[in-house]
């Protein structure tokens, strides 16, 4: 992992618009072990920048929706982090318990959909 | 598949709930091929009904979660019938693009910190 | 795919052992289509043959549990193909519905678990 | 964590009913976790209890099946939880190796069926 | 799907910028629905062309580990497209049976890894 | 786990091939637990070699395939292993970092295609 102070000015400068654009003063190490790449790095974060601002989605929702895709595929780091920035962007206790709720009735269902072999249904074909 | 006509007065009573609950006329392959156990049709229709009944989060938010779970998961009916529930409940394009990007992004960035092995961050144990 | 009638003979005695095997007089696609790599064809055949005879567990446990892991990947082919398998070795409509519901709750639990990041307990460490 | 001498009558009320039904004298990490939300705590065990249960299936099937799914899905809480649960239930170390043996092999097919792109037998479609 | 003749020029210039790349008179499905939100087509497609080019890894290795991928995750719709560019960036028959046969492996290997709860070794652990 | 000292003359023969064949003087626990079934032992370590042997494909391209599987499994001792034996076959940091860009691209764009129901251009179908 790349520390703040070893970094090449080119990865401070993704460390500071990360404090920056999250209004924190510390960089998680999913971002200091990105570093080893500093164009992966750059790259990431200009994407996550991009994808996870509010737009017809509000960022709570985004990051809820990111959450539940991370404990979908079971990502401990991944769980962990954005657990901490869904709460941060306002998740209460009980958002939390449904979404996860949703995320395990998801899961249960989409197994009965493949394993009864529902056939998609005439009018629920895309266009 | 067990169709209305042909449908037990205990099956008929969850398919009447289904149209009531989501006021609409018809009801889709999931539920008329799960119908062939009637014990596991009526007990997953009201697990559902519950936990996507709007409570801390709204039901248009629950639908996308449960939406995005799906496209992560691949499951060919559920991203079909839930792409159209979630419509219902008034997801526009944009939203669905940004969900999609979301979903997208979260499936790489779960394979990145995987990939790269990145550690806990003390900050981010659980309590 | 290689049909029985423009297959090498090497092929074709992997299909006859095939159908002696399971005592049917037909060949399913999988294998013919595995059967343009002769090699993958008859190495595949032995490890079915071997990992799938009855044993410490009896064959019909053995197709359960392949179905229950092909219905938790969602594959399409597999499903179909091992739900006629375990039929033929025994399974009742009972067995299957209770079948699905075991897959559709572990696949559930699972993410509850993730998601509430539960930790493993001393006692349940291996040894 | 919710211990039991912290835990309100309702988690109690389950934690007590789980140490009955499985004839243990505690309660591991994933119901101390859920209670942190006695309504999910409640709902899960009622779920797993039903399931769980011998039926059409005996409880030792059930077991392997929810361990086999655990397995594929590498969801390391469970597979310790439900690798202990099966062996309460009766398994042997020859009968955890011819499962281990079934859901690698069924792991490797489903993709060897994938990426073949096998076609599904007019036969073996659902009727 | 948004057919040349319909698009808007910003859509068209992707478009172009795809055939002329991929040296090929045509524009296959993924894009022409992608098209349905041109920012996203515009952003995935050079997204694309950075990853895919060669660098450190030749083109065909890399669509080789895509295939791989797509695979492992059972999406059918990439295990088509993604087996013609590998073929047409030099796969072969015999390449082909052998990248199954590592997906094959790979897959059941990561199961027996995890159902038996390998520890990682001290000298395996990331520095 | 078995180490070397406390192994049968089976499990033995086993681990003096594995260091033989990769020319070093260690086994890794993978090997050392699996060694609890010296028939699932053998069976896997001759399924490895055969596999992972050079062929069509030469060794790095085959352990860099089932690195981008196991990464996009997030199999965490996999992951581990063979990074290690990736680099020992020549996988440069460079290599490593395009590897993981087209992990995380085709993870998202395998998405991408299956939210968004792309159908299957009629040229790609298999023939």
């Known amino acids: 992992m790349i520390e703040y102070t ?3 000015p080119e990865v401070r400068a993704v460390y500071d618009d990360i404090m920056a654009t999250r209004q924190t003063d510390w960089v998680n190490n999913f971002w200091k072990t990105l570093a080893r790449d500093p164009a992966l790095l750059r790259r990431t974060w200009e ?10 989605l ?8 990111y959450l539940a895709v991370s404990v979908s595929n079971q990502c401990g780091y ?4 954005h657990t901490a920035s869904a709460r941060k962007a306002g998740m209460s206790d009980a ?22 072999q529902v ?7 895309p266009r």
């Open 95 to 116: 958002m939390f318990a449904e979404l996860m709720a949703v995320v395990g009735l998801a899961n249960a269902a989409n197994r009965l959909a493949a394993g009864y």
């Open 47 to 56: 994407n996550v920048k991009e994808v996870m601002a509010a737009g017809a």
């Open 119 to 125: 056939e998609i249904d005439e009018r629920l074909r």
């Open 6 to 8: 070893d970094a090449s």
């Open 78 to 81: 991944c769980i962990a982090s």
């Open 58 to 65: 509000d960022a709570l929702t985004k990051e809820m929706i």
